[in-house]
């Protein structure tokens, strides 16, 4: 495709819809594109330089009358001009609240001004399955959705729900998150296993932002049932707000020595890359990004079978699907996985299956949705 101005708005935090909308603009950057990232903080993973990568700061004022300062507002008029100034030819919202309902107003504005801007919107998750079907924003989200130029869902099962959930009126494509295979991989940190294992126990690593959706009791659960049958250490990586529990949890199971909470972290596939098992036991997933990253560092995944998590975990190949809280199926499958005769397979299982979601087969599939966007706004113009 020719190369293009996009501006991407996302949460610049480190959950899954940020990383992802982050590493698809580097992508595109690289491709020659020239990215511009709209957002109220520099994304966490905007970590390198390149000269087609931009950045602009969504500044929005309190002021006493506020109690809730209306960011939606000064997000859609950054967007006005960014779109302006940077003669953007498309905008690429991810997470739909509040983000394609910002994005659709921009839209008018700048069509007042003669300027066409196609909107396509990215669903991740709890932005439909949890946030978005409540009562309180149900209507905008159904609004901005049908409103948009091209719209995509990053697994069938979302999808699915979105059709159930809301009256949506146009298509929306499936297209599954993504990962930088040259960047998660396996690193050699013999060392640092050596640290964290030094009896060669086996290492069991979850990652979330400790929501309560990711059920982090069930995390610390199947691990204290693995710890009574083999040696073993877990790792937490991330914050939120059931990390006190889970510790006081750790504290009373009498595992403390044998657990770190190892907060939000950079860089995650140099721990990843010493691990044996990923838990993802989740009550609702969308995809499970952090599962593929696991995967990419060729680590194999004990999930539920939430959401979209089935399109990415393969039942026995990569992992094992549990039933949501089922924990004592996820600590008889963890230690079939962690048996030396079963490891390795499911390893490089882990490795081939990540294989299918490298950046470098999804990207075009972005830029094919962003053409036929481009095409479809200025369609409607002319009709
Ligand atoms: O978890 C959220 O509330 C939103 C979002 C995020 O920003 O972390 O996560 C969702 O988007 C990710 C990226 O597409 C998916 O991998 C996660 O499965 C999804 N989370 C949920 O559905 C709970």
């Known amino acids: 495709?020719?190369?293009?101005?996009?501006?991407?708005?996302?949460?610049?935090?480190?959950?899954?819809?940020?990383?992802?909308?982050?590493?698809?603009?580097?992508?595109?950057?690289?491709?020659?594109?020239?990215?511009?990232?709209?957002?109220?903080?520099?994304?966490?993973?905007?970590?390198?330089?390149?000269?087609?990568?931009?950045?602009?700061?969504?500044?929005?004022?309190?002021?006493?009358?506020?109690?809730?300062?209306?960011?939606?507002?000064?997000?859609?008029?950054?967007?006005?001009?960014?779109?302006?100034?940077?003669?953007?030819?498309?905008?690429?919202?991810?997470?739909?609240?509040?983000?394609?309902?910002?994005?659709?107003?921009?839209?008018?504005?700048?069509?007042?001004?003669?300027?066409?801007?196609?909107?396509?919107?990215?669903?991740?998750?709890?932005?439909?399955?949890?946030?978005?079907?409540?009562?309180?924003?149900?209507?905008?989200?159904?609004?901005?959705?049908?409103?948009?130029?091209?719209?995509?869902?990053?697994?069938?099962?979302?999808?699915?729900?979105?059709?159930?959930h809301f009256r949506i009126t146009r298509e929306i494509e499936v297209i599954p998150n993504f990962i930088d295979l040259a960047k998660f991989k396996k690193q050699k940190k013999d060392h640092f296993k050596k640290a964290i294992c030094p009896n060669g126990e086996a290492l069991i690593v979850h990652t979330s932002n400790f929501r309560k959706v990711k059920r982090i009791g069930d995390v610390i659960t199947v691990f204290y049932n693995i710890h009574k049958e083999i040696p073993a250490k877990l790792l937490m990586i991330g914050d939120g707000p059931e990390r006190i529990q889970a510790e006081t949890m750790c504290r009373e199971l009498n595992i403390c020595d044998d657990t770190r909470f190892l907060g939000k972290l950079e860089a995650v596939e140099e721990v990843l890359s010493v691990a044996d098992l990923f838990l993802m036991p989740s009550e609702k997933e969308s995809f499970g990004l952090a599962a593929l990253e696991a995967m990419a560092c060729e680590v194999p995944v004990v999930s539920s079978n939430a959401g979209g998590i089935p399109e990415l975990n393969v039942q026995g190949v990569t992992g094992y699907l549990c039933t949501i809280g089922d924990v004592e199926e996820m600590t008889r499958k963890a230690l079939f996985i962690l048996d030396k005769n079963n490891l390795p397979k499911f390893k490089a299982n882990a490795l081939k299956r990540a294989h299918e979601f490298d950046i470098t087969r999804i990207l075009p599939v972005y830029e094919k949705h962003y053409e036929k966007a481009i095409q479809r706004a200025h369609q409607k113009v002319i009709v």
């Not at 935090?13 to 020239?34: D, N, R, Y």
């Not at 983000?99 to 439909?128: E, N, R």
């Open 1 to 164: 495709m020719d190369q293009i101005k996009i501006g991407i708005v996302c949460y610049p935090t480190f959950g899954g819809s940020g990383v992802v909308a982050t590493e698809l603009g580097k992508a595109l950057a690289q491709e020659g594109h020239k990215v511009h990232f709209i957002t109220y903080s520099q994304p966490s993973r905007l970590d390198f330089l390149n000269e087609n990568l931009f950045y602009h700061e969504v500044d929005f004022r309190t002021y006493p009358l506020f109690e809730y300062p209306p960011y939606e507002l000064a997000l859609a008029s950054k967007m006005v001009s960014v779109a302006q100034n940077e003669k953007l030819d498309l905008l690429h919202v991810h997470y739909a609240i509040p983000h394609a309902s910002a994005a659709y107003m921009a839209k008018q504005i700048l069509k007042t001004q003669g300027v066409v801007m196609p909107v396509v919107t990215t669903l991740h998750g709890t932005d439909i399955t949890l946030v978005g079907k409540d009562p309180s924003y149900e209507p905008v989200v159904t609004f901005s959705i049908n409103q948009s130029d091209g719209v995509t869902a990053v697994s069938h099962d979302l999808k699915r729900e979105t059709l159930e």
